[in-house]
């Protein structure tokens, strides 16, 4: 194999975080998992998603959809199995969505599969016991930029997919992104990424920059969506940390609430006494918008 071919495998590897066990909770309460339950069908093949709730409690649960990183290539909805546990124990019920890889299927199918798992979440909520008003997102690397582009677009923009008469909305009350792309025509792109962006829309961000900004959240950014929580690395080397300084000056433009934490010297994923900080920060933050939320004039 050529080694320009291996580039972007080699660089999917470094796109997992392992969050570990962020913040202990205390006498591990007790949780309900079920895996591999089929949420939608795309091309004819089922995509399936795995839950963990808490198991006492009456519900209706504030939602979380926990999406996985890997390049839009790579991955599994098990990645994430340790955070979604975690949000379980907290009160909530979450949602790890396996959703179609490039570069077989290209932009926008991965948006398409994730709104299709908020309209299951929504449609399913009696049943599992989903406040359908109380959901946010949660996503690493290109889960990061899935998760913000159910944020931040709506079905004005032409990304539903297909959406059955009387389906529900696919709007969102919260995002959390760690070290997600915002801007895929970014002239800083780093060379290494170039490869993985160009597999997931199908065309360089040169031959195609109409494409590039279609699926960059930076696009649709306006004063109407939900709160935005990011985490970024300064030494990211797939994802520059001016990605997160652009979205932070969106943000602000267009009003929408939240914050940008640069992480000094980290990189695409960190270890160490960074992950309990920014996992309690993310469970502060979709606290104060999913369980005490006061909804936006």
């Keep these: 194999m050529p080694a320009q071919s291996r580039i972007p495998v080699a660089s999917a590897a470094l796109l997992f975080l392992a969050i ?14 079920e895996a591999d339950i089929i949420y939608t069908k795309a091309d004819g093949v089922e995509l399936k998603l795995d839950i963990a709730a808490p198991e006492k409690g009456q519900g209706p649960f504030p939602s979380v959809l926990v999406i996985h990183g890997g390049a839009w290539r790579a991955g599994n909805k098990r990645d994430t199995r340790q955070v979604m546990r975690e949000f379980a124990g907290r009160g909530y019920l979450a949602v790890s969505p ?17 709104k299709a798992a908020v309209r299951w979440m929504k449609q399913h909520a009696k049943e599992y016991r989903i406040d359908p008003d109380r959901i946010g997102a949660v996503g690493f690397s290109a889960g990061a930029h899935l998760a913000l582009m159910l944020g931040v677009t709506s079905p004005a923009d032409g990304l539903e997919g297909e959406t059955p008469a009387g389906s529900p909305n696919t709007r969102i009350q919260a995002v959390v992104n760690y070290f997600g792309p915002v801007d895929l025509a970014a002239t800083d792109i780093p060379e290494v990424s170039k490869p993985l962006v160009r597999d997931f829309l ?13 699926a960059s959240p930076r696009s649709y950014i306006t004063r109407d969506d939900p709160p935005i929580l990011t985490f970024q690395g300064t030494k990211d080397p797939l994802v520059p940390h001016t990605q997160a300084v652009e979205l932070a000056e969106a943000m602000t433009a267009a009003e929408v609430p939240g914050r940008v934490e640069l992480l000094v010297g980290a990189g695409h994923g960190w270890g160490g006494d960074l992950v309990p900080h920014t ?5 502060a933050f979709l606290d104060q918008h999913l369980k005490g939320a006061q909804k936006r004039p």
């Design 98 to 114: 396996q959703y179609r890889f490039c570069p077989r299927e290209v932009f926008p199918a991965q948006v398409h599969d994730v």
């Design 202 to 214: 199908g065309a360089t961000a040169i031959e195609r920059p109409d494409l590039a900004a279609r």
């Design 20 to 33: 570990g066990s962020p913040c202990a909770i205390a006498d591990e309460p007790a949780i309900r998992e």
């Design 279 to 283: 996992a309690g920060e993310m469970f």
